[in-house]
């Protein structure tokens, strides 16, 4: 076996209970043998041999969980660079910067590109800003494929990258909130809708318990959850 794979078994308690599945269902299948109605043939040997199936089913379930690959990944080479794709059309300049700002914090030798096929200047200056490289068509054909496409003729990487597998949206994966601050942003969602003034909207967030990190932004990301983290491994 591979030195970069371990394997990692299963905790003896669960070792027990799966032995002990075993044996009352290698004992239940017996005792069901016993127990068909000749009355019924077809229909009694079709459940017997369901529940056989059933079983069968568990232990092959169990021979492949019993002892789990735990795998690392091998440490970069340190001399690859990665182009990082970040393809846009018309989502929110803030959107896009939220995923802006988690590739280029991203570790190792790479480059960012915001593949930006909307050709908006604001997009172009948010890229300036943050340190990443813009790119865009005059045409959309192809969509995001073509975009992506246009992005390859013009890397200059080792490798290319598209984060959409690595980086998730932090309002996917709520943390838990007290009821009380669930009201608060519940409140302030109502008062985006109706158009309140956005201060008194942003004090709201935070006394809701908003992060430090997101002071400063507008109502909008606050409320909707727009920032971004990047998963290791």
Known sequence: MSADLRLEPLHPARKAVVLLFLCAGAWYLLWRAGSLNPEAPVFSWALYLAEIYGFLGAMAHFYMNWSLTDRRAPAPEPSLSVDVFIPTYNEPVELVRRTVLAAVALRGSHTTWVLDDGDRPEMAAMAREL????????????????????????????????????????????????????????????ALRRGHDRSRLGSGLHAAGGSSSLRGQTPQALIRGRAFRVLDG
């Open 131 to 190: 340190g990443a490289e813009y790119l865009a068509r005059k045409d959309n054909l192809g969509a995001k494929a073509g975009n992506l496409n246009h992005a390859l003729a013009r890397s200059r990487g080792d490798l290319p990258a598209d984060p959409r597998a690595r980086v998730r949206s932090r309002h996917l994966y709520p943390r838990r909130r007290s009821r009380n601050r669930r009201d608060r942003l519940h409140r302030a969602r109502r």
